[in-house]
């Protein structure tokens, strides 16, 4: 039992990283990146084939962020100058071609038969007390997420970037290049998504590239959209949520034994979408928000 | 490259081009007049497809398949006007841009509780090839690729030389105008939802009928289709009809350069391409400054 809610700790506070890092694109700057799982991808794979390598795990954690940073930099280059849908398609599109790179290009990845035995972080110290220090690790994490969102959100420059989301024309005419502030606000939230995926892949020890599926990304926009899109805390809650629902969808089955697991993964997908689109049609706000847009 | 290669791989591209378009058609279509880009025409043509081979098994004929596939889907691109994107205007594109993602998925996942993953076929009579030129024609892309122009060629006329096209066009061009001088929006909006499932469904039937039917089939031709609506110039279906067609073409005729992988990939380089050499699409004019 204290082996289980370790690990749904550990996931879930993976998935509250995921959402801080999109609700300060999403949230505070108003950007669309559907591209989420990508720079996941970037990071659990940079993360994971440097470890093998030998290189320090603190290394690997950082070059996994600023890798997925510097991926999120051409993108954001290009879209974030033109209309708020255009960095939702090449982003949506960058995450499908990001999996068939991986998927083709086996000398560096191993294809989809994925990359095993990925070191793990304490894996010293025994099965119980070794899950528990990753499981404090990964909470660090997301405790530095949030206070680098909070910090970055209080500052004139947080200022400016929710302004940006408010109003561009705005912030256009006292002189401020809404362009810039937008690009460096898709790279810390790229570098975040990237921390999260090394913290996957050295939690999970194997990683393949059906576990990068465009699902993943609107499983942490519905926890952005739930949790309050544009308040430090609402990814927290939200990322609760979702793991709340996740886990309690795998035992919905000891309740209705007549649904079989594959028809389990249909319903948690349809879920997903009605949630998606109940949230946007009733409740913008999240479900604890207040104030309507 | 031979040719007879080059050519077999130019008709290929062409059917594959034909699809594009229509798929970039009802994109685009959406893009211009209802203003965001929805996300659910892929899982409209999935449903268009599964809906044909059901029709298909039921009544057993292939074309009473494809006209109930294409009276369903546009039944359903209806509904979901009228139950989820009608409320949104007024609002920033973001909201109907997400739940016509929560649309797609919605979609997908019901027919896969119903009907599962296996993959499923049309009935189609078996038919010797023609060899033109050195090229192998199966009759029955002779049939996708006429078809499929002609329903491009149908929509753009209802687009271009109707009444009902016209306030269409009205309405994309400027919604407070066209509601100023008299244009009913409810008669246009379910006209342009009519058009686009038709769209789709014609798209997802000619998938089908090409290949297999499998769930995630519609998914996987969204991001040409969305390709084709960019290049072709936001909220310009000529465009998106004619950019969809020259990706199929540029996809098929880059086979042997870039092998099967990643063709897909050509027309995310295209869109990238267009996005910073020319944002305004192809065809298009440069978006103002709204």
């Given at each position: 039992m204290q082996g289980y809610l370790t690990a749904v700790g550990t996931v879930g506070g993976i998935y509250a990283l995921l959402a801080l890092g999109l609700n300060l694109q999403y949230g505070f700057t108003g950007l669309i990146n559907f591209g989420v799982v990508a720079f996941y991808a970037v990071g659990a794979y940079?993360?994971?084939?440097l470890a093998l390598r030998g290189v320090p795990f603190v290394l690997d954690f950082a070059a996994a962020a600023v890798l997925a940073a510097l991926f999120a930099w051409p993108l954001g280059v290009m879209c974030l100058r033109l209309r708020d849908d255009y960095l939702a398609i090449v982003t949506l599109?960058?995450?499908?071609i990001l999996r068939t790179v991986i998927v083709s290009e086996e000398w560096l990845t191993n294809g989809t038969r994925g990359i095993p035995g990925i070191p793990r972080p304490f894996s010293g110290l025994g099965a119980a007390a070794g899950g528990f220090a990753y499981l404090a690790l990964v909470l660090a994490a997301m405790l530095a997420g949030v206070s680098l969102t909070v910090r970055l959100v209080g500052s004139p420059f947080g200022r400016l970037i929710q302004a940006i989301r408010d109003d561009e024309d705005a912030v256009r005419s006292v002189g401020k290049s809404p362009a810039r502030c937008k690009l460096v606000v898709f790279m810390i939230g790229a570098g975040?998504?990237?921390?999260?995926?090394?913290?996957?892949?050295h939690y999970l020890t194997y990683i393949s590239p059906d576990q990068f599926v465009p699902l993943?990304?609107?499983?942490?926009?519905?926890?952005?959209?739930?949790?309050?899109?544009g308040r430090v805390g609402g990814a927290i809650a939200g990322a609760a949520l979702l793991t709340l629902f996740l886990e309690g969808s795998r035992f919905l089955r000891d309740v209705l034994p007549f649904v079989s697991e594959v028809q389990m993964a249909s319903l948690r997908l349809a879920a997903i979408g009605l949630m998606l689109i109940l949230f946007t049609l009733y409740r913008p706000?999240?479900?604890l928000g207040r104030v309507a847009r | 490259m031979s040719a007879a290669v080059g050519l077999n791989l130019a008709v290929a591209g062409l059917i594959q081009g034909l699809l594009i378009a229509l798929a970039g058609l009802a994109v685009s279509l959406c893009f211009a007049v209802a203003r965001f880009p929805n996300a659910a025409t892929g899982d409209f043509m999935t449903f268009a497809a599964y809906a044909g081979v059901a029709a298909q098994a039921w009544t057993g004929s292939l074309l009473a398949g494809a006209a109930s596939a294409v009276l369903l889907t546009a039944g359903l691109a209806v509904a979901s006007y009228v139950l989820v994107f009608r409320n949104f205007r007024g609002r920033s594109l973001v909201a109907p841009l997400i739940a016509s993602i929560g649309l797609a998925f919605l979609l997908r996942s019901v027919l896969t509780f119903f009907v599962g993953f296996d993959q499923h076929s049309f009935h189609v009579p078996i038919a010797r090839a023609i060899v033109f030129a050195g090229a192998r024609v199966r009759p029955i892309d002779l049939w996708l690729a006429g078809t499929s122009a002609v329903t491009l060629l149908a929509v753009l006329a209802v687009l271009f030389l109707t009444p009902i096209g016209r306030r269409m066009r009205a309405v994309a061009d400027n919604p407070e105008l066209a509601r100023a001088s008299g244009i009913r929006a409810r008669t246009v909006m379910l006209t342009l939802w009519t058009l686009i499932g038709a769209c789709s469904?014609?798209?997802?039937?000619?998938l089908g009928l090409q290949t297999v039917v499998v769930p995630e089939m519609g998914w996987n031709l969204l991001l040409p289709a969305f390709a084709a609506a960019v290049l072709g110039g936001v909220g310009n279906p000529t465009g998106a009809v004619l950019a969809g067609i020259a990706l199929g073409l540029v996809q098929a005729l880059s086979t042997p350069l870039v092998g099967f992988t990643y063709q897909t990939a050509i027309s995310f380089i295209l869109l990238i391409a267009t996005l910073v050499l020319r944002p305004q699409g192809l065809l298009g004019r440069a978006e103002p400054v709204r």
């Amino acid at each position: 039992m204290q082996g289980y809610l370790t690990a749904v700790g550990t996931v879930g506070g993976i998935y509250a990283l995921l959402a801080l890092g999109l609700n300060l694109q999403y949230g505070f700057t108003g950007l669309i990146n559907f591209g989420v799982v990508a720079f996941y991808a970037v990071g659990a794979y940079t993360s994971a084939l440097l470890a093998l390598r030998g290189v320090p795990f603190v290394l690997d954690f950082a070059a996994a962020a600023v890798l997925a940073a510097l991926f999120a930099w051409p993108l954001g280059v290009m879209c974030l100058r033109l209309r708020d849908d255009y960095l939702a398609i090449v982003t949506l599109a960058f995450a499908e071609i990001l999996r068939t790179v991986i998927v083709s290009e086996e000398w560096l990845t191993n294809g989809t038969r994925g990359i095993p035995g990925i070191p793990r972080p304490f894996s010293g110290l025994g099965a119980a007390a070794g899950g528990f220090a990753y499981l404090a690790l990964v909470l660090a994490a997301m405790l530095a997420g949030v206070s680098l969102t909070v910090r970055l959100v209080g500052s004139p420059f947080g200022r400016l970037i929710q302004a940006i989301r408010d109003d561009e024309d705005a912030v256009r005419s006292v002189g401020k290049s809404p362009a810039r502030c937008k690009l460096v606000v898709f790279m810390i939230g790229a570098g975040l998504t990237g921390l999260a995926g090394a913290l996957y892949a050295h939690y999970l020890t194997y990683i393949s590239p059906d576990q990068f599926v465009p699902l993943l990304t609107f499983y942490v926009w519905i926890a952005v959209i739930m949790g309050g899109a544009g308040r430090v805390g609402g990814a927290i809650a939200g990322a609760a949520l979702l793991t709340l629902f996740l886990e309690g969808s795998r035992f919905l089955r000891d309740v209705l034994p007549f649904v079989s697991e594959v028809q389990m993964a249909s319903l948690r997908l349809a879920a997903i979408g009605l949630m998606l689109i109940l949230f946007t049609l009733y409740r913008p706000q999240g479900l604890l928000g207040r104030v309507a847009r | 490259m031979s040719a007879a290669v080059g050519l077999n791989l130019a008709v290929a591209g062409l059917i594959q081009g034909l699809l594009i378009a229509l798929a970039g058609l009802a994109v685009s279509l959406c893009f211009a007049v209802a203003r965001f880009p929805n996300a659910a025409t892929g899982d409209f043509m999935t449903f268009a497809a599964y809906a044909g081979v059901a029709a298909q098994a039921w009544t057993g004929s292939l074309l009473a398949g494809a006209a109930s596939a294409v009276l369903l889907t546009a039944g359903l691109a209806v509904a979901s006007y009228v139950l989820v994107f009608r409320n949104f205007r007024g609002r920033s594109l973001v909201a109907p841009l997400i739940a016509s993602i929560g649309l797609a998925f919605l979609l997908r996942s019901v027919l896969t509780f119903f009907v599962g993953f296996d993959q499923h076929s049309f009935h189609v009579p078996i038919a010797r090839a023609i060899v033109f030129a050195g090229a192998r024609v199966r009759p029955i892309d002779l049939w996708l690729a006429g078809t499929s122009a002609v329903t491009l060629l149908a929509v753009l006329a209802v687009l271009f030389l109707t009444p009902i096209g016209r306030r269409m066009r009205a309405v994309a061009d400027n919604p407070e105008l066209a509601r100023a001088s008299g244009i009913r929006a409810r008669t246009v909006m379910l006209t342009l939802w009519t058009l686009i499932g038709a769209c789709s469904a014609v798209g997802g039937v000619m998938l089908g009928l090409q290949t297999v039917v499998v769930p995630e089939m519609g998914w996987n031709l969204l991001l040409p289709a969305f390709a084709a609506a960019v290049l072709g110039g936001v909220g310009n279906p000529t465009g998106a009809v004619l950019a969809g067609i020259a990706l199929g073409l540029v996809q098929a005729l880059s086979t042997p350069l870039v092998g099967f992988t990643y063709q897909t990939a050509i027309s995310f380089i295209l869109l990238i391409a267009t996005l910073v050499l020319r944002p305004q699409g192809l065809l298009g004019r440069a978006e103002p400054v709204r």
